[in-house]
């Protein structure tokens, strides 16, 4: 006897993590941005309740290993000119 158990829901909107650093991956610079905005307005919010988050990204950076971007809560490199 066969048992057939329904198809499990497939996350479609989660793309897979980078599989060379495990990061979160998002398709476009501004799904990023979003999620920048998101902690941004999470830290402000909680900052208030004087409570603090691990959630530090700061900046996005296009992924030359899976060519989509990352988040992260290193603050960009100074840049010199000269
Ligand atoms: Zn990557």
């Known amino acids: 006897m066969t048992t057939i158990t329904a198809p499990r829901p497939r996350k479609s ?3 897979a993590p980078c599989p060379v650093t495990g990061k ?3 398709r476009e610079r501004k799904d990023a941005g979003l999620a920048l905005r998101d902690a941004k307005y999470l830290r ?3 900052a ?3 409570i603090e988050t ?3 990204i700061v900046r996005a950076y296009k ?3 899976c060519s989509g971007w990352h988040t992260t809560s290193r603050p960009a490199l100074p840049t010199f000119t000269n």
């Open 54 to 56: 691990s959630w530090t």
């Open 63 to 65: 992924c030359e290993a």
């Open 24 to 26: 979160l991956r998002y």
């Open 13 to 15: 909107h989660r793309p």
């Open 44 to 46: 402000s919010a909680l």
């Open 48 to 50: 208030v309740s004087g």
